[in-house]
């Protein structure tokens, strides 16, 4: 078990390698004086060469590169114009929310989409079925930033239901003590379920969207996964052999099926990562992306590219937990490897 | 009065629906085994002898229907039982083993917890006590350190290993009735002999009657008692196998006899049986459907064949049925 | 003597090609519908400009934040320019925007990926590990960053898109070049002294296109989408460009306040181009390859 784990990291490291190198040649890529981006748009032509200089940007390309990993390796990622904080200090405060958002939202995914999967396989070309058809066609249609407008128009405007689109919290709570950063934990930890309710009901709407964004590679490789199981040899075993249908249906056929699903996740992953950033910015929601796109905005430069590189950082991490579990649950690569 | 048998196969028949017709797969399938009793289902491919024991099974592809016919299993129609009654007595009461073992069993459940799946749904035993048994099962089917390959997965087993213990889940339970589908088919002949030894063998100490399915007519003489020989989803013949083999009367069995390799036979005596199968979409099918095929051809063959006389051992469907052998005066039933 | 020249006709290739296509969309309604749709939506493209009621640019601040009505059938944004009119014209824009960005990535990773498949060896070698590296980001966020880097124009978000979605288009082209190269046809072009790239051009690319027309046309509605998405977080177009992404973003803060025309007709536009190429590609998947179908 541990080799096979070793291995996959192994497989990892060329990517991060990669990452690391594109994100340096996309700073170094900036059309005209890369120091003059950095230093800002407000800045003398004094300024600027001071930049240059701090930066070591006057330098030939591979001393740069040295220095850049260098940094990387202490944890700088450079410092942000507006707020003047490192742009390291600022990602770590902002993760813990859009990792909180973006798991809420692929967990209510797979609730909502496994079972419609599952469901849509069992009774083929039922109702259900051609719904479960409709229904992925079109949120994959769906751009992900109008599905969060759309909404808040509902369930704020016309039903009143959903608090306002203001972030993590309403004005009048105050934030948990900070012991994960996710407020649905922190809060309940410190025993505060009203705290816990009103950090819920923020999460509720870009979770939801999140969730509708992701519902249809899910759904889709679920229910076809599962046709494909639910016709092999050793289901019709199983039936032949009188076992029951819940035996058969999720201890048999599920768990096989479940396969392909985790492999999908991957790719799912990356949908959300890149939607996290849309619905941060519809909801006003203080994580990284909307950490970026604020920086963009102001052409501070640093915190975007901090960004980039952290959040492709997170994904390789995330793409090699996805391996690993694979390899636990399937007996076939954990006993090769 | 002769015993109840074990499965009575009365008047089957099957259709399937498919993009270019309906293919009228079996035809007034009947024939019955009794209580121990070993019998050959024998036919080429496509003769429809797995589909009979899949509908038996009711495992039919979704695309395909019973039309008409009853499958007695004691007192229970398995053509007409209820989900709840036919999942209840799949497993305990009529088994099935299947060819290709290695993708018949769950490649990601250790073959241990496979056969106490079964132990535990029919076997009356807790879910406690039910690995130990299924190491027992292990045991049972000739598998050597049981205790340790109850761990195992199929990927990690030779195919001969897997079908024992494709038997070991199938006989857990303690059937009245095995089917066999083409159980040796790739296997390699030792294992064969090996696998077919052993499923004798439990069959004679559980009491079990065992449906054999195989189109290796060789094999179903040295292993069954009676043989069913079956074409185009018909049932041509049926008799005790020392009796077909010495007396056969439908021209298809005579054919099947002698395009059967025997070790004293060179290859040039080999004869291949004439012909092609009908086309079981058709609407026009004749009522035979060697008919078409077949040299002994009258005009008497127009007419719906006849149907088994009970009380005889011997049914021919065949109105112009080989002579008897002048040796053997055996009863026969035919109009 | 008589020497028989066989060359097959072009109009029955034409011919069975129509054909071919009638059955498929006679058996799928549904790809008929999309077929319909996508004809619309170029018209939209082409004449759009000409046959709207108002310029898309021209603002009335008496008309500002009118609801849908008889003179408005979208009704009015916060500076008064008629939305449906904005919204047709953004056709144009985003529509050249989703076939500049896939012609690029077949041209760049069709060419690629045929090269690696075909070559072998160290081309296989670097264009997978320059595959390898840019699927390695979450792909919007490496379109943030690319568009960030080259500077926020309308032909980096094309260049963006492309580079986003090479790595597919040259693991397809890979492929498909790795069965072909050791077909016959290629043998025999080999024979008659064609060059490597005269082979690839000629015999393998046009071999490979109709599997990636299927990708293609998947990848326009994935451009559209990618295109709003970083307009609607200021990179790219500017305003007062029309464009589907801006409109909505410009629209988002009055969803709040309850003027819902602003940003749902714009929104509803890019849902229906986006559904038409899904469409249109799961319909021409059936014609290109049925095996395929899920």
Known sequence: ?337 | MTPVPALSVEGLSVEFRTRSGIVRALDNVSFAVAKGETIALVGESGSGKSVTAYAVMGILDPAGRVSAGRAMLGDLDLLSASPKALADVRGRKIAMIFQNPRTALNPIRTVGKQIADVLIRHGNISRHAAPAQAVEMLRAVGITDPSRRAKAYPFEMSGGMCQRVMIAIALAAKPSLLIADEPTTGLDVTTQAVIMDLVNDLAKELGMATIFITHDLALAGQRSARIVVMHAGHVVENAPTRELFENPRHPYTAELIAATPDAAQSLDELAAVPGMLPDLRRTDLPPCRYSERCPRKLAACAQPLPQPIPGTTHFVACWNPLPEHALSAPKVSAA | MTDIAVTPPRESALAALIKHSRYVIGENPVTGFAFALFILIVLAAILGPHIVPYDPLASDTSESLKPPNIHHWFGTDQLGRDIFSRVVVATRLDFFIAIASVALVFLMGGLAGVAAGFFGGWTDRIVGRIADTIMAFPLFVLAMGIVAALGNTVQNIIIATAIVNFPLYARIARAEANIRREAGFVEAARLSGNSDWRILSFQILPNVFPILVVQMSLTMGYAILNAAGLSFIGLGVRPPTPEWGIMVAEGATFMVSGEWWNAFFPGTALMVAVFCFNLLGDGLRDMVDPRRRT
């Not at chain 1, 407020?183 to 009203?194: H, K, M, T, V, Y």
């Not at chain 1, 909307?290 to 430069?301: C, G, P, Q, R, T």
């Open chain 1, 1 to 337: 078990m541990l080799s096979l784990i070793l291995k996959r990291l192994a497989m990892a490291i060329p990517s991060l390698i990669g990452v690391v190198i594109v994100t340096f040649l996309l700073t170094r890529a900036l059309p005209g004086d890369p120091a003059a981006y950095f230093a800002g748009p407000a800045a003398t032509p004094q300024a600027i060469q001071e930049v240059r200089v701090k930066l070591g940007l006057d330098k030939p390309l591979i001393e740069q590169f040295g220095h850049y990993v260098v940094d990387l390796v202490h944890g700088n990622l450079g410092t942000s114009l507006t707020t003047g904080q490192p742009v390291a200090t600022e990602l770590k405060n902002r993760l813990p929310a859009s990792a909180e958002l973006t798991l809420l939202g692929l967990l209510v995914s797979i609730v909502i989409a496994v079972p419609l999967g599952i469901l849509a396989a069992t009774k083929p070309n039922s109702l259900i079925d051609h719904s479960c058809r409709v229904i992925a066609t079109l949120g994959v249609s769906l751009p992900v930033f109008f599905t969060g407008l759309i909404l808040v128009y509902v369930f704020y405007y016309l039903l009143g239901w959903a608090p306002a689109p203001l972030g993590r919290l309403d004005v009048f709570f105050t934030d948990p003590p900070h012991i994960t950063g996710f407020f649905l934990i922190d809060s309940l930890l410190a025993g505060q379920p009203d705290l816990f309710m009103a950090a819920l009901k923020q999460l509720f709407l870009p979770a939801l969207t999140l969730a509708i964004f992701s519902l249809a590679p899910i759904a889709r490789m679920t229910r076809a996964s599962m046709l494909s199981v639910l016709s092999s040899d050793f289901v019709r075993t199983a039936r032949a052999s009188g076992l029951s249908t819940y035996t058969i249906i999720i201890t048999y056929a599920f768990r096989n099926a479940m396969l392909p699903v985790i492999t999908t996740l991957g790719m799912v992953f990356s949908f959300l990562l890149g939607a996290n950033v849309l619905v941060e910015k519809v909801f006003a929601w203080p994580g990284i992306g909307s950490y970026a796109v604020e920086a963009l905005l102001a052409s501070d430069f640093a915190p975007v590219q901090g960004f980039v590189l952290t959040m492709a950082v997170m994904y390789v991490m995330l793409n090699l937990s996805i391996d690993i579990l694979y390899g636990l649950i399937d007996p076939r690569v954990r006993l090769e490897a």
